[in-house]
C-alpha cells in the first residue's frame, strides 16, 4: 500500500515533470492563461451580437472548458508522449502497479486545469460587465469545477492510452478539444442542437458540470445540483475506467507483438 | 530573376510540404468548419438566420487566419528544430527571400478554408452563395490571402528573438479574432480597439469579401489589404535584418 500511494503521487509528479520538462514560464502563461481570457471574450462578445444567452453563460462555459487545454492535451501526453521518449518498454519492465503509475500522472495534470480554469473566473469577474456571481457561490463553484476537470483530464487520458498503440494521437486529441465548443454546450444552449448531437454531448466530459456551473453561477446551492455534479462525476469514471482499461489492453497487446514503441 | 525564382521554387516546396501535412490541414479546414458550425448554431439561437452567409466569410478568413499564424510562429522554431537556422541564415540569399515563401503558403493553404467553409455552409445549412460582385469577390480572395501572408512575415521577423514563438501565436489568435471583426462587428468592440483592427490586414480582407459577396464598395478595402501588405512588407524586411542580427550577435539563433 506504502509503494503505491508513493509511485501514485510522488511518481506522478517526476513523470510528470519529466514528460514536462519543456514547460517554461514564457509558454505556459500565453497559452493557458492569455488565451483562454481571450476565448472567453470573444464568445461572450459574440453571443451578445447572436442575441443568444447572457454573458455568465459564456464566462461558465468557456472557463470550465478553458481547463479542457490542460485536461486534454496534458493528459494525452502523460501516457502517449512514453512511446516517443522512448520511455515506455523501460516503464513497463517495472513491477509498479499500472494504475499508481498513469493515474498519479492525472493529479498535476488536474491542478494545471485548476489553475486555469480559477483565473478564468476570476479575470472574467473583473473584465466582464454582467458577470457577477455572488460571493457565496465560490466554493459549491469550486466543487463542480474540480468534478469537471478531474472528469475531463480521464477523458484526456482515454486518447493518451490510445496513443500507447495509434501512430498519431495528438490529431484526435485537438478534434476531441475543440468539438468541445461545439458538442459540450460551452457556447451553444445544448437544447438547440440536433438530437444526436445531444447525446454526443450528454456523453462528453464537461457538460453536465457546466451545466451545473451556470445554475450555481445563478445562485442555486450545490444540494440543488447535485443531480448534474454525480452525473459529470460518473461520467469522468467511465472515461478514467475506459483509460485504464485501454492502457492495459495495449500494454499486452505491445507486449505480445513486441510493438511497445514500435509505429 | 533570381528573387523571383526563388520565392516561385519557396512557394511551391512549402505549398506541398504543408499541404501533406495533416495538422496544417487539420488547421486549415476543419477548425474554421467548427467556429462556422458553432457560430452559425449561436446565430440560429438567437434567431439571427440571415448573418449565416456573414459568419461563413468571417469563419473562413479565420481559417487563413489561423494557418497563417501557426505557420509564421512556427517558420523560425521549425528551422531551430530542425537544425537549418543557421545554414538558411548564413547563405547568401536574403534571409527574407527565405522566410516570405513559408508565411506566404501558409497563408495560401487558407484557401482549403475558404472553400471548406463556403461548401459546409451551403451543403449542411443551406446557406445560399450568391455574390453581388463576382469579380471583386475573386480578386479579393488573393489580396486577402497575400495581405495575411505578409502580417505573418512581418509576425515571424519579431519572432526570430523570442524562443517561444509557438506560445506566441497561441495566444494571438483569439484576440486578433476579436478585434479584426471577422465574426463580431467591429462596432460592438470598445472605441479603443478600433485602430488596433484597422491595422491588421483581415479587418480590411473580410470587409472586403463582405462587400463583394453582400453589396457594397469592396474596391477600398481590397486596396487598403494590399497597401497594409506593402507596409507589413517592409517593417517585416527591416525587422528581419535586425532581429537577425541582435540574434547572431548575442549567439541566440539556433537556441530552442
Redesign the interface.
Known amino acids: 500500500m506504502t509503494a503505491f500511494v508513493r509511485i501514485f503521487f510522488v511518481g506522478g509528479l517526476i513523470a510528470y515533470r519529466g514528460l514536462f520538462n519543456w514547460i517554461?514560464p514564457?509558454?505556459?502563461i500565453?497559452?493557458m492563461l492569455?488565451?483562454p481570457i481571450?476565448?472567453i471574450?470573444?464568445f461572450t462578445?459574440?453571443?451578445?451580437?447572436?442575441?443568444?444567452?447572457n454573458p455568465t453563460f459564456f464566462v461558465v462555459g468557456n472557463a470550465i472548458q478553458a481547463s479542457a487545454m490542460s485536461a486534454v492535451f496534458a493528459g494525452t501526453m502523460t501516457i502517449a508522449n512514453e512511446r516517443p521518449y522512448q520511455t515506455l518498454a523501460p516503464l513497463l519492465a517495472t513491477p509498479a502497479n499500472r494504475f499508481a503509475v498513469f493515474m498519479g500522472r492525472a493529479l498535476p495534470v488536474l491542478a494545471s486545469g485548476l489553475v486555469v480554469s480559477a483565473w478564468g473566473f476570476a479575470m472574467s469577474r473583473l473584465l466582464i460587465s454582467g458577470f457577477d456571481p455572488p460571493l457565496s457561490s465560490i466554493p459549491a463553484m469550486a466543487v463542480v469545477v474540480l468534478v469537471s476537470v478531474s472528469s475531463c483530464t480521464a477523458f484526456g487520458l482515454t486518447i493518451g492510452s490510445v496513443g500507447l498503440r495509434a501512430r498519431?494521437v495528438?490529431?484526435s486529441a485537438?478534434?476531441c478539444y475543440?468539438?468541445m465548443?461545439?458538442l459540450c454546450g460551452v457556447?451553444?444552449?445544448l437544447h438547440?442542437?440536433p438530437g444526436w448531437m445531444q447525446q454526443i454531448g450528454k456523453l462528453m466530459p464537461l457538460t453536465h458540470g457546466i451545466a451545473a456551473g451556470r445554475e450555481i453561477a445563478a445562485g442555486a446551492s450545490l444540494a440543488s445540483v447535485s443531480g448534474l455534479v454525480w452525473t459529470e462525476l460518473l461520467v469522468g469514471l467511465g472515461w478514467g475506467t475506459l483509460a485504464f482499461g485501454l492502457v492495459s489492453l495495449f500494454e499486452h497487446e505491445g507486449r505480445r507483438r513486441a510493438s511497445l514503441e514500435s509505429y | 530573376m533570381t528573387a523571383v525564382r526563388v520565392l516561385a521554387a519557396g512557394l511551391r516546396f512549402h505549398f506541398k510540404s504543408l499541404t501533406h501535412s495533416g495538422f496544417f490541414i487539420l488547421t486549415s479546414v476543419f477548425m474554421p468548419m467548427l467556429v462556422a458550425t458553432v457560430a452559425f448554431y449561436m446565430f440560429r439561437a438567437g434567431g439571427k438566420p440571415g448573418t449565416l452567409f456573414y459568419a461563413a466569410l468571417g469563419a473562413a478568413v479565420y481559417g487563413i487566419w489561423s494557418s497563417t499564424l501557426f505557420g509564421s510562429g512556427g517558420a523560425i522554431q521549425w528551422q531551430r528544430w530542425q537544425g537549418t537556422l543557421e545554414l538558411l541564415v548564413s547563405s547568401p540569399t536574403p534571409f527574407v527571400l527565405v522566410m516570405l515563401p513559408l508565411t506566404l503558403a501558409t497563408s495560401t493553404i487558407g484557401i482549403y478554408s475558404m472553400v471548406a467553409t463556403l461548401v459546409w455552409g451551403r451543403v449542411v445549412f443551406g446557406i445560399p452563395f450568391t455574390l453581388v460582385h463576382p469579380l471583386a469577390f475573386l480578386i479579393a480572395i488573393p489580396a486577402t490571402i497575400l495581405g495575411l501572408g505578409l502580417l505573418g512575415l512581418l509576425f515571424a521577423s519579431t519572432f526570430v528573438l523570442y524562443r517561444h514563438a509557438n506560445a506566441l501565436s497561441n495566444m494571438l489568435e483569439w484576440p486578433v479574432l476579436l478585434v479584426t471583426g471577422l465574426l463580431v462587428p467591429i462596432s460592438r468592440l470598445p472605441g479603443w480597439s478600433h485602430p488596433i483592427g484597422w491595422l491588421l490586414a483581415p479587418s480590411w480582407g473580410v470587409h472586403g469579401l463582405r462587400d463583394a459577396a453582400l453589396g457594397g464598395t469592396p474596391w477600398p478595402d481590397i486596396g487598403m489589404t494590399l497597401a497594409l501588405g506593402v507596409a507589413y512588407l517592409a517593417l517585416g524586411m527591416t525587422f528581419l535584418r535586425y532581429f537577425e542580427r541582435a540574434a547572431r550577435k548575442q549567439a541566440t539563433l539556433a537556441l530552442t
Open positions: 517554461r514564457s509558454m505556459y500565453p497559452t492569455i488565451g481571450f476565448q471574450l470573444f462578445k459574440l453571443g451578445a451580437y447572436a442575441g443568444v444567452e498519431d495528438f490529431m485537438n478534434v475543440y468539438l465548443w461545439l457556447n451553444i444552449p438547440t442542437l
